[in-house]
């Protein structure tokens, strides 16, 4: 009987296995020479598909042909990470390499703006808004061809990027290196406060992974792990350039970074009772630089009676009131708390 039932569940496996590769079967293959985007076979009336060497668009058909350009989403293969970089609507979902080893970032495409016919529906149709949520929950399957395989979230993880920089930081503080040595190797000081203050550092510093840009890629952040208004102060950040982990920013207890409202990165500086402020930035993509947005000033020194100040460069300040600078600096106060990981978590 029990033999019996070994062949019952070999053939039942065996028959769920075909049903699988039989629901595979019903999507609609759409390939290049390099990879192949299968698409859900319910949806085949309703888009178009333009196949170039490095890439498959998908478009609407009815908005395409009423004049409002349709496209849903994309995904086209990249050799250099820069060729991508700061490309509006594109995030990277995973790597590829040829059948002669080369390797290429795998990147979403995604309209920047209105591609249906908006003056028929102030809303997306519901067709258009199929592909485009098909695109941006990334709901269909990516293979390689003709001797290339395809690699999904490779290249974005922070666990798999950054385990060299995080066993640098768990030696710094075992070995208790001192504020000249940490700043020779581009990390804050504050790691040697935390060490020397008698509790375990590895217990005090934490990190974690968020992609602040939005290009698909994690950055690592590196904190202190606290409560209230320091939860998710970070005091050392790295991100991906060229596909190698790089420094971008160190902070300490008086110049404070953290990442706000997603996708900036706020600085937040003290210079006595009379002397702060906060500038936001944004990550640029496949680069360490933080590029200003906007910068807020309380400085009593140089405007005791009217000491709110406003600036979008980094050289010229305009002296608002305090209504107008509360009002403009609310937008950026909503801080990300991270819940770092413990330090002593990346050795094991």
Known sequence: MKKI???FTIIMAGFVSILSVRAKQTDIVIRNNIFALSMPRDLKKIYTSEVKKDSILIYHNDSKKAGFGGFAFGVKIYKNPADHAQMPGGRKIGELIDKNGVLYD???IQPTDVQYDYTKSPTAPKTYSALYDLGNNKKFDINGVKGSKYFKNQGMKGDDLYKDILKKHVTAVNDKWDSVKLEQENMSYMYNVLAIAGDSALDKIGYAYYDVNGDGIEELLIGEIADKDWKGVIYDM???VDRKPKHVVSGWSRNRYFVCDDS??????SGGANASGTSVYILVENSTELFPQVSFKYDGYANPKKPWFLSYSDDEWKNVSEETFNERKKVFERYERF???PLKNAVK
């Open 5 to 7: 039932f070994i062949i």
């Open 106 to 108: 795998m990147v979403l």
């Open 238 to 240: 790295y991100t991906m």
């Open 264 to 269: 900036f990165v706020c600085n937040d500086y």
């Open 339 to 341: 819940d770092f990981i």
